[in-house]
């Protein structure tokens, strides 16, 4: 089992930053890609950035070049950098980690991630 807990989230203004991060805990060597989705209120749970233990990651299209997912694995901490926040990105963030093997690389979506943690708030105003 592995358990996952996300800290970082504040409420901030449009064009400011914050840096989530989770900590996971268990059996962290079976994990093969860590992951950050959010949910806003009323619409389904979105993939934001994904990453593999050598470091190979990937961001949502919505926020490439302003998103930035990274890992630190001696302490298993996994991070998101988010610069240049819109009030769009205003949502609950997850961290998510799995020990399923997937066809997709590096996926983004919520069906291939089996742990979870239970969600940090992101608010943005304008």
């Known amino acids: 089992q592995v358990q996952l807990v996300e800290s970082g989230g504040d409420s901030v203004q449009a064009g400011g930053s914050l840096r989530l991060s989770c900590v996971a805990y268990?059996?962290?060597?079976?994990?093969?890609?860590m992951g950050w989705f959010r949910q806003a209120p009323g619409q389904e749970r979105e993939g934001v950035a994904a990453i593999k233990r050598d470091g190979s990651a990937r961001v949502a299209d919505s926020v490439e070049g302003r998103f930035t997912i990274s890992q630190d694995n001696a302490k298993n901490i996994l991070y998101l950098q988010m610069n240049s926040l819109k009030p769009e990105d205003a949502a609950m963030y997850y961290c998510?980690?799995?020990?399923?093997?997937?066809?997709?690389?590096?996926?983004?979506?919520?069906?291939?991630?089996?742990?979870w943690g239970q969600g940090t708030q992101v608010t943005v105003s304008s």
């Open positions: 998510a980690a799995t020990s399923l093997v997937s066809r997709r690389y590096l996926p983004l979506l919520p069906s291939d991630y089996n742990y």
């Open positions: 268990g059996y962290t060597y079976s994990l093969l890609y």
